[in-house]
């Protein structure tokens, strides 16, 4: 991971954490995601960190039906948090990704 995109997820935690959310950091991105948010009385988010020009050019279709799968089974809400060099935090729910998922096989979740 570059110097930037770990910045960029320690200040999307951060941000997170202001509004009161426990964040779990998933060091090195070997899970679904890059950080895992809980909070009471919220829906569990499962968050992955891009800092690209492009907030798909690095998290693919297999990814994103990664992450998906991994949400629905932790019960939580997967988001992108786009954090572009020259821009501010994007939040992008999951009901805006592409559509375009390939399938993922229950064994790819383990890491």
């Known amino acids: 991971m570059s110097k930037r995109g770990h910045d960029r997820e320690r200040r999307?935690?951060?941000?997170?954490?202001d509004r009161?959310?426990?964040?779990v950091r998933a060091a090195g991105s070997f899970g679904p995601a890059d950080l895992v948010a809980l909070r009471a009385g919220s829906t569990p988010l499962l968050v992955e960190?891009?800092?690209t020009i492009s907030p798909y050019?690095?998290?693919l279709p297999?990814?994103?039906?990664?992450?998906?799968k991994a949400a629905e089974l932790a019960g939580a809400d997967a988001t992108l948090a786009?954090?572009?060099s020259r821009g501010s935090l994007v939040w992008?729910?999951?009901?805006?990704w592409p559509v375009k998922l390939e399938a993922v096989e229950p064994g790819e979740l383990v890491a």
């Open 12 to 17: 999307v935690a951060d941000w997170l954490r």
């Open 20 to 23: 009161d959310w426990l964040v």
């Open 49 to 51: 960190v891009k800092s």
């Open 57 to 59: 050019s690095h998290f």
């Open 62 to 68: 297999a990814d994103r039906a990664r992450m998906l």
């Open 82 to 84: 786009w954090w572009p």
């Open 92 to 96: 992008i729910d999951a009901s805006a």
